[in-house]
């Protein structure tokens, strides 16, 4: 139970580190943050980099005797994977300024095959199912309220379209009036996203405040 | 007016001490306000109780892409949707886009399989519960946490052909290729078709998006739980039908608990979360009327 | 000199001075020709106590941004970020460009009248 | 030179783009190409954390150039490093090591997760061979090894079980993930909270028509989103003629599903025609600044 007590006073006392900042930047939150990123950083290495993806995806693979358990452990080795393993290795030749040519091969390897993929996964799933909803009906027989939403929709869809392609040229009468109309429903937007984001740091503060009061202090239950 | 033009200089650490105590005092002092589930809320709920959508037993997967900075927000829902998930008797299957979101499906399992256990027989009286759930559920059988994965579409990507193949290993490191979970009757590959419902707890990028990415290859019903921040973004999926229901925020996590009749984190936050945005609301509407006064103060000067 | 000292101007990237502020001003004209300055203004004055990390994960996660952005301007926003005066000058800068556009449109309007 | 420096990186780009946009519409019909669409991104998956590797090792070089610069600050440089250092060493031990495993010894004490998930509990091996489900039995014990009176023997897997080094090296570890990763970082963006008001106090001035706009949407999302709304909504209602329609929830929902998803919506197909575009720019080798300037 004592490594709990520990967790909860070193966590209590960082907590109150960082909030030393609200009053000014300060030798305490500097170390807070400073140390966090240490943390972080090793962390990611370690646990996350190595034991949890390079382990059992790479490593497990090529030499299941060694780095596999149970069942995995008799599988056949898959020697393929060697060469993932070494165009990882070619990137830490970007530490070299002579040879940092030489990741250029994983680069560009990376490059091919996520944007491969990202050609036909963004125009299928995001492209076509977006303009499909923005294409409806506008006028919705005997339901006026529906019709100006969808109106709304269609309109706000457009003129934001125009605002991104003709926003820093908006010459003319035609393209100028409707990139307006598409500023304003951005920032309708923008304050929608405002009011959210304002929601989702209250509830931050709440579970910090919940630890504080009742994790450490037991002030609450 | 001139009040205001000096509420503006106040130093603004009076404006963090103000913030600060609308959310401590109602936390010192809980008073209950009236939690009413949005449609979002209400059908994802719809869809879990659903006994034609997902019979008992159904896998679900369940990704966990947050880290601790948006803990607060995400994992009253999750812990609120695994409650439902137990008492259903379906079985979920938690992974992870995010580096550390294996930890945080690590704690949501814990609690929620801790609540279900402990108010098994007050829910099985009051005939709460599927015919088929049992008074104790076991990692690996009932429930299982695969860990963290690199390559987010890639990654989902993979796990549409098969599970075993990026997850030989739970978070434990046990083998997952011996786990009842996995067996499928017909001794196939547990792969992303056998999952009755993917439902992604995002926080930002790397969620519930990539398993949208790749729904023309698993084609699987999808529901979120995102960060308040990200609510105006994922009501366009909702609404174009790629996800079937969704928790926002903390208040999304309340309206969860208020339907599965078990008050938690969620709506705990209820009351200081109402009050310090009707503070935030204030501060927005002194400064604005600091700034009519400093105008009008410049244009009398000027007249 | 102190160990613990709070750095005072820490730039420590390979830009000048004043490559960074001509950067701060290409940026904050980007924004105020797309008429974005009130929320790009309350975006950032809320990033500025975690600007320190944004300024690490644009460091870690550098290998694989370069790979989408350009390379440069990728450093000169890491430089940006490094330091919370920067931040600050960002947004006095979009302010100063809103400020002065005001006025022009002002001037225009009492010109055209006489 | 030029060809292994310039040319090869592009036709290398090409070729395995052109792969996986072809794999796509093959469907069955090409199964070796197929294979490739789900062989190739299981290696960049490798590649990936290649790449975070060199992220954390670049990070480490910013800060120990600090420290032996003596710059102003640089204890905190230094910090950063302690914190790299310990976390990485207690991270790389406490894995699991499936070649050190060695089969538990019967009647030794080992150590195993408490629910809490942070402290640790010690137990006694009973019989060390598994089950049919690869567990073992164990008692559990008290701090100096005797059986704990209320408590019955239990099947566990032998993974979850620690010596005792093993058992401090995972407190140490829970300690600093636990008490300072999660804690530091959710308390940082929690701060957001208080400068979100001060920004709220300062910046956010109505001086035009689209901020106004701003102003409005955001007052609605605020109130909709909780309690409070439905309570202002009911004092509404006693407005004459359009009071009963001002049901602050329904207009927030209205907000979202119309003039702010249509906004939402056109950023998506902005967003995403652009990137198709810089993708079929980066797979025919006209966008190259990925592969650096100098040739």
Avoid at chain 2, 223 to 242: D, E, M
């Amino acid at each position: 139970m004592t490594t709990l007590l520990i967790t909860t006073w070193v966590g209590a006392l960082i907590t109150l580190c960082c909030f030393t900042f609200l009053i000014k930047d300060n030798p305490f939150y500097r170390f807070a943050e400073h140390l966090f990123v240490g943390v972080s950083a090793g962390y990611y290495l370690s646990t996350i980099s190595f034991h949890q993806v390079l382990k059992p995806n790479l490593l497990a693979k090529i030499w299941p005797t060694y780095f596999a358990s149970g069942t995995a452990a008799e599988a056949t080795p898959e020697y393929i994977l060697i060469i993932p393993g070494l165009l990882g290795l070619l990137m830490l030749f970007r530490f070299s300024s002579n040879l940092s040519w030489v990741s250029r091969f994983t680069v560009a390897f990376v490059m091919g095959v996520s944007t491969g993929i990202a050609v036909v996964t963004s125009a299928e799933q995001y492209l076509i199912p977006q303009v499909k909803k923005a294409i409806v009906p506008l006028i919705v027989s005997g339901d006026y309220f529906g019709s100006f939403s969808n109106l709304v929709l269609v309109v706000g869809t457009v003129s934001c379209l125009f605002y991104f392609f003709f926003s820093t040229e908006h010459r003319g009468p035609v393209f100028g009036n409707v990139a307006k109309v598409g500023i304003w429903y951005l920032m309708i937007s923008f304050g929608a996203a405002f009011g959210a984001t304002v929601m989702g740091r209250i509830s931050l503060l709440i579970g910090r405040f919940n630890f504080l009061l009742s994790d450490w202090l037991h002030l609450i239950k | 007016m001139n009040i205001f033009i000096k509420l503006k200089n106040l130093d603004r650490r009076w404006v963090f001490l103000f913030v600060a105590l609308s959310v401590i005092i109602p936390l010192l002092f809980p008073f209950a306000l009236p939690v009413v589930p949005t449609k979002a809320v209400a059908n994802l709920h719809k869809f879990i109780e659903n006994a034609e959508a997902l019979p008992e037993g159904t896998r679900c997967f369940l990704s966990f892409d947050f880290d601790p900075a948006s803990e607060p927000e995400l994992k009253p829902s999750a812990v609120a949707i695994l409650v439902h998930m137990f008492r259903r008797n379906l079985k979920p299957i938690c992974g992870a886009n995010w580096p550390v979101g294996g930890e945080m499906a690590e704690v949501a399992l814990v609690e929620a399989a801790n609540a279900y256990m402990s108010t098994y027989e007050d829910m099985k009286a009051q005939g709460k519960l599927a015919p088929g759930c049992k008074p104790i559920i076991e990692r690996g059988v009932d429930y299982v946490n695969l860990g963290y994965k690199t390559g987010a579409i890639i990654h989902v990507k993979a796990l549409c052909n098969d599970f075993m193949y990026p997850y030989p290993q739970d978070r434990d490191g046990n083998s997952t290729a011996e786990m009842a979970i996995f067996r499928n009757p017909d001794g196939r590959r547990f792969a992303m078709s056998d999952v009755g419902l993917i439902i992604s707890f995002t926080a930002g990028t790397g969620g519930i998006e990539t398993f949208i990415s790749m729904a023309g290859e698993h084609k699987r019903p999808m529901a979120a739980g995102c960060t308040s921040v990200n609510i105006p973004r994922f009501t366009t999926y909702l609404q174009s039908g790629q996800l079937i229901g969704m928790t926002g925020g903390l208040p999304g996590a309340a309206e969860y608990e208020t339907l599965i009749e078990r008050p938690g984190k969620g709506c705990a936050g209820m009351t200081p979360q109402s009050i310090a945005h009707l503070v935030i609301m204030l501060f927005i509407i002194f400064g604005n009327l600091a700034y009519i006064a400093e105008q009008r103060n410049e244009a009398k000067k000027k007249g | 000199m102190g160990m613990w000292t709070i750095p005072k101007n820490e730039n420590t990237s390979k830009f000048s001075d004043a490559e960074l502020d001509e950067f701060i001003s290409k940026v904050s004209a980007a924004v105020k020709a797309r008429h974005m300055s009130v929320p790009v203004i309350m975006a950032l004055e809320m990033a500025k106590p975690v600007s320190f990390l944004g300024y690490t994960s644009l460091v870690v996660f550098a290998p694989i941004l370069e790979l989408i952005f350009d390379p440069v301007k990728m450093e000169k926003l890491q430089a940006i970020f490094s330091d919370r005066n920067r931040i600050e000058m960002l947004i006095k800068s979009i302010e100063n460009l809103e400020i002065s556009e005001k006025e022009k449109t002002k001037e225009g309007e009492s010109s055209e009248q006489n | 030179m030029i060809f292994l420096k310039r040319t090869l990186p592009l036709i290398i780009t090409f070729i395995t783009g052109m792969i996986m946009i072809v794999a796509f519409f093959s469907g069955e019909g090409l199964p070796s190409i197929k294979s490739l669409e789900s062989t190739l991104p299981k290696w960049i998956q490798i590649i990936m954390t290649f790449t975070m590797v060199l992220g954390a090792f670049s990070l480490l070089r910013i800060n120990l150039q600090k420290i032996s610069r003596k710059a102003d600050g640089w204890g905190y440089s230094l910090v950063l490093i302690i914190g790299f250092l310990s976390m990485a060493f207690l991270g790389f031990i406490t894995g699991s090591w499936p070649m050190f495993d060695k089969p538990l010894t019967n009647g030794e004490i080992y150590y195993v997760l408490c629910e809490d998930n942070v402290s640790a509990r010690p137990i006694r091996v009973i019989d060390n061979l598994k089950d049919k489900e690869g567990k073992i039995k164990v008692e559990y014990v008290d701090d100096k090894g005797e059986k704990l009176a209320d408590t019955e023997s239990a099947m566990i897997p032998p993974d979850t079980a620690r010596t005792r080094n093993m058992s401090y090296a995972n407190s140490m570890q829970q300690i600093l993930f636990v008490g300072v990763f999660k804690n530091a970082q959710s308390t940082m963006f929690s701060l957001l909270a208080f400068f979100v008001a001060s920004a709220s106090f300062r910046a956010f001035r109505i001086k035009s028509k689209e901020a106004g706009l701003l102003m409005g949407s955001a007052f609605i999302v605020m109130l909709g989103n909780v309690s409070i709304g439905s309570l202002v909504s009911q004092i509404l209602a006693y407005i004459p003629v359009i009071g009963p329609y001002l049901n602050i929830a329904d207009i927030k929902e209205w907000i979202m599903t119309y003039p702010s998803s249509a906004a939402q919506s056109a950023i998506l197909i902005g967003a995403m025609l652009g990137y198709i575009s810089a993708s079929m720019k980066i797979i025919f080798g006209v966008e190259r600044s990925h592969l650096g300037g100098e040739g």
